[in-house]
């Protein structure tokens, strides 16, 4: 289930990048010399200030935008690139098992493991229901089912867990958590909530505010046990943010 | 409903036989005459007629005006510049473009459907453009990402989000279509519903106008609730 990329890490570079000037607001710089590597199979966590240029990196990623100065290199897993956005999109005429079946080619084995897929993040009695129906968490857990059945080679995901209440948050948490752990893929995870970014991250990347540049590019070094202790995930946001 | 149906015939009925006038029949006599024409075919005939114009005309109007609205609601340049000529055919008078297509085109059924179909066409557009226009970027984006391609985008993520529009542009469009090919019919043709009304006006024959009128109301209605209704709920089934 790993690479089909041998251990090619994904190259990002960003010289520039602008939004124009829209009736009386001035042209903006939004990001300037951002580069970075991202290991294959590793979870980087991009965080900052809101309005930093987080999304707006993430959409750059994905091909979403094109419009920058720079270059993306994802490689041969870019066309197992998968996108969890920070609302759901899910189509809300679509149940929640035909949203889930529409992301794959028609005839495709994995069909047959929908429904596995849907007991697991805990849809299995909601597989029929369309989306408006349901609670925002479970389109969201729609959603990271959906991102998962493609098992992709690179995840992208955009403040996937932002206004939710804390126990689903934390429940959704752990099951992506466990979810990469039995198919490991490489993460891009962007985030402004400074806990969830160290609970879940084997990196950290920090955007100045203001600045459109990287201020800090860090490791973060906790075992499996202490991303489930409230102290050691203090300790080391303090080591972390204190700079 | 029928309840309130009963009430209002039953009003016409005690002013009717009140007034006592021949320019206000009762609904009995309506009836009988409904009757007569369906008996000797005529009723038939002319309702035919009209149906198949009517149909002719919505299929033409609906496609050609859903054709102008989805370009002018996703292209900025191309409705800015046509703005201006939908609003100016949204306010040319039926009379107007009937009149004109006869004198150009000549008395035929293709000079009528024309004009009716230049009447609708406007309406329909104004509503496509609007459907166009809210077309979601969120899930256009979701789309080019999970790599649906043109035609998984096409029927499960553009049309389905149309589909209320085009729902709600065909049911006032019916409305509106049948009572312009009724004038249409008044002005140029010899058969049809609205020739059939003409010729009552020209013999003061408010039976026949009254019963016809009513023919065709029950006509509609059928369509309303058999196909257009059904069909509208059937796009809206999955809101909230």
């Known amino acids: 289930m790993t690479g ?4 090619l890490p994904i190259r990002v570079s960003v010289r520039r990048k602008i939004f124009p ?26 965080t900052g200030p809101s309005g930093c240029g987080k999304s707006t990196l993430l959409n750059i990623i994905a091909g979403l935008d094109t419009d920058f100065e720079g270059s993306i290199d994802l490689g041969p897993a870019k ?12 189509l809300p005429w679509r ?58 080679e690179i995840l992208l995901m955009d403040e996937p867990f932002v206004s939710l209440d804390d126990p689903t948050a934390t429940s959704l948490r752990e099951l992506l958590t466990e979810l990469w752990h039995s198919h490991p893929t490489t993460v891009i995870f962007v985030t402004h909530d400074r806990a969830e970014a160290i609970q879940l991250g084997t990196r950290i990347l920090r955007l100045a505010p203001g600045k459109a540049s990287v201020a800090q590019d860090v490791t973060i070094n906790l075992t499996e046990a ?18 | 409903m029928a309840g309130s149906l009963l009430a209002l015939a039953v009003l016409w009925y005690v002013i009717a036989v009140y007034a006592q006038n021949r320019y206000l029949p009762t609904p009995l006599a309506v009836f ?10 005529e009723l038939w005939k002319n309702t035919s007629a009209t149906l198949v114009r009517v149909a002719v005309a919505f299929v033409v109007s ?7 609205g989805l370009v002018l609601g996703r292209s900025k340049p191309a409705d800015k510049f046509f703005d201006a000529w939908l609003i100016l055919f949204l306010n040319l008078p039926a009379l107007v473009t009937i009149t004109l297509c006869y004198i150009w085109f000549g008395l035929t059924d293709a000079a009528a459907i024309t004009a009716v179909a230049l009447n609708k066409i406007p309406n329909v557009a104004v509503n496509m453009r609007e459907g166009a226009r809210s077309l979601s970027k969120d899930l256009d984006e979701m789309a080019k990402v999970y790599k649906f391609g043109w035609w998984k985008t096409l029927r499960h993520v553009t049309l389905p989000q149309l589909a209320p529009f085009f ?7 019916l409305a509106l279509v049948w009572k312009i090919v009724l004038v249409v019919e008044a002005f140029g043709r010899s058969s049809g519903v609205g020739y059939r009304l003409s010729i009552a006006f020209q013999e003061f024959d408010v039976t026949t106008i009254l019963a016809y009128a009513l023919a065709f109301i029950l006509v509609v209605q059928v369509i309303e609730f058999t196909v257009l209704q059904p069909l509208q709920s059937r796009v809206t089934a999955w809101r909230r």
């Open chain 2, 62 to 68: 609906m496609i050609i005006g859903t054709a102008i």
């Open chain 2, 32 to 41: 009988d005459v409904l009757l007569r024409e369906g008996a000797n075919g």
């Open chain 1, 4 to 7: 089909v990329n041998g251990e």
């Open chain 1, 21 to 46: 000037a829209v009736g009386t607001r001035d042209a903006q710089l939004v990001l300037k010399d951002i580069s970075f590597e991202v290991e294959p199979r590793s979870f980087l966590v991009i």
């Open chain 1, 95 to 152: 149940t929640v098992y035909e949203n889930i079946a529409l992301v794959l080619p028609d005839g495709d084995p994995r069909h047959a493991r929908i429904p596995e897929m849907l007991q697991r993040v805990g849809l299995g009695q909601a597989m029929n229901a369309y989306p408006e129906r349901l609670s925002l968490g479970m389109q969201r857990r729609a959603s990271l089912a959906r991102g998962f059945i493609l098992e992709p």
């Open chain 2, 167 to 173: 729902a709600a542009a065909a049911r006032s469009g």
């Open chain 1, 79 to 90: 066309d197992r690139l998968t996108f969890i956005f920070q609302t759901p999109r899910l």
């Open chain 1, 226 to 243: 202490q991303r489930h202790d409230r102290a050691a995930i203090l300790a080391e946001q303090n080591r972390i943010f204190a700079a």
